[in-house]
């Protein structure tokens, strides 16, 4: 159990989000600390009867943490916490799906937009004083979405919200999810994650919003990438390991398909010499689809529920994990 709201401390650890800000503002009574790296941390944590974190999360950090009972998770991702440690420690854990499944979505369909409407080569032109005069060869001018199909490989909160933003643009939607059953939302048309490379050919944009998981680790490899038509464009708002990264750099190389815009790689921050960022069919954003002016608010209204729920000792908890 958590102590009561004036007795209990939560610890906010973030290199960049202004998560104690924002917690401030809300006027809870609860006391509160925030720290920005590694050594802050290990220093705060024995403190704490809640954290609020993501990237700097290590387990190691439970044994210097005797008061912690929750840990709500700044991302939506949860593959940096041990669940047995945490069961073991009688810690709880939840994420923060859905909080930023409005942004990543929206990202989404900025990249599609982008690499349909030629924007980062507009924007090169522009950095270099060029007029583009007009193009007789159909194949190098900007494209419309309409009509056009989508292939959404995690049709969950984000890629549902995706398949709408789509479906805006006239677009056909296919979706594929680990349980058909659970429904195609705004897809045309829904799949198992088994029925992947028979739909991969059918695609003119294959967007990656799926979690990684052991099923979707190296996901896109060489052989699906075979499968996509040398016309098709790959975008990743999941997680960079869903595709092996290197046999995305040989596709783009060969022209085996015409482009890529990455929002994650499989090593973050993404190495200087990676021949990623010379390739002028790459567009790469740097892992912030899900970063908005409102995300701090969005973790934070799902902290408050969470201990809400835990404060009126129910046992389930939104988006639990542990």
């Known amino acids: 159990m958590l102590p009561a709201p004036n007795a209990m401390t939560i610890c906010f650890a973030h290199a960049a989000y202004r998560m104690q800000d924002r917690f401030a503002a809300r006027n809870t009574g609860i006391r509160s600390i925030e720290v920005r790296d590694r050594a802050a941390l290990e220093g705060a944590v024995g403190q704490a009867d809640v954290v609020v974190i993501s990237g700097l999360w290590k387990d190691d950090l439970i044994p210097l943490a005797p008061k912690l009972r929750f840990v709500q998770s700044i991302s939506a991702g949860v593959d940096q916490y041990g669940k047995e440690a945490f069961a073991k420690a009688g810690i709880r854990l939840a ?35 060029h007029w583009r005069g007009m193009i007789g060869d159909l194949t190098r001018r900007e494209d419309e979405l309409g009509g056009k199909t989508l292939l959404v490989v995690g049709l969950g909160r984000i890629g549902g ?28 048309e829904v799949h198992g994650l088994a029925a992947l490379k028979a739909q991969l050919p059918r695609a003119d944009f294959v967007a990656l919003t799926c979690p990684l998981t052991p099923e979707t680790t190296g996901l896109i490899n060489a052989e699906a990438l075979a499968l996509m038509r040398p016309d098709a464009y790959l975008v990743n708002v999941a997680r960079g390991r869903v595709c092996v990264e290197a046999d995305v750099v040989a596709a783009l190389a060969r022209g085996q398909i015409a482009g890529a815009a990455l929002d994650c790689t499989e090593v973050e921050p993404l190495a200087a010499d990676s021949p990623l960022w010379a390739m002028p069919n790459v567009l790469i954003t740097p892992h912030t689809a899900g970063e908005t002016r409102r995300y701090e608010d969005n973790v934070l209204d799902l902290l408050m529920e969470n201990l809400g729920r835990l404060g009126r000792g129910e046992t389930a908890l939104k988006n639990q994990v542990v």
């Not at 923060?96 to 032109?125: F, K």
């Open 95 to 129: 994420s923060a799906q859905g909080a930023n499944a409005r942004a990543v979505s929206e990202h989404a369909i900025s990249l599609i937009l982008a690499l349909a409407r030629l924007l980062p080569e507009a924007r090169d032109n522009q950095a270099k004083r």
């Open 161 to 188: 919200r995706l398949a709408q933003l789509a479906k805006a643009f006239d677009m056909k939607v296919i979706g594929i999810r680990r349980d058909p059953a659970g429904g195609a939302g705004a897809a045309d």
